[in-house]
Nanobody
Framework: QVQLVESGGGLVQAGGSLRLSCAAS????????MGWYRQAPGKQRELVAA???????NYADSVKGRFTISRDNAKKMVYLQMNSLKPEDTAVYYC???????????WGQGTQVTVSS
């Protein structure tokens, strides 16, 4: 059974930094894309950043220049370095692994990020 576990969330003041990590347990292969999503209260879950197996990255406009996604294929981990945090970044952050050739998504349980003004 595969599980994704996020860590690194917490409370930080505006302008501060956090680094999120996501680790997979269990047998997991052929991860195509790793990503981070977030969901704020009363809002839909949105893509924050994603990175493909060839290390091509994609960011939401709201985090470009502040967040950096990276992955360690050997460890099957994905990271999100978040700098210059803003109160509007407050949300539950979820990691996501997309598999191939049989399409399937794995999700973590989420980690809370709270940015105080």
């Amino acid at each position: 059974q595969v599980q994704l576990v996020e860590s690194g969330g917490g409370l930080v003041q505006a302008g501060g930094s956090l680094r999120l990590s996501c680790a997979a347990s269990g047998s997991i292969f052929s991860i195509v894309t790793m990503g981070w999503y977030r969901q704020a209260p009363g809002k839909q879950r949105e893509l924050v950043a994603a990175i493909t197996s060839r290390s091509s990255t994609n960011y939401a406009d709201s985090v470009k220049g502040r967040f950096t996604i990276s992955r360690d294929n050997a460890k099957k981990m994905v990271y999100l370095q978040m700098n210059s945090l803003k109160p509007e970044d407050t949300a539950v952050y979820y990691c996501n692994y997309q598999m191939a050739p049989i399409p399937y998504d794995y999700w973590g349980q989420g980690t809370q990020v709270t940015v105080s003004s």
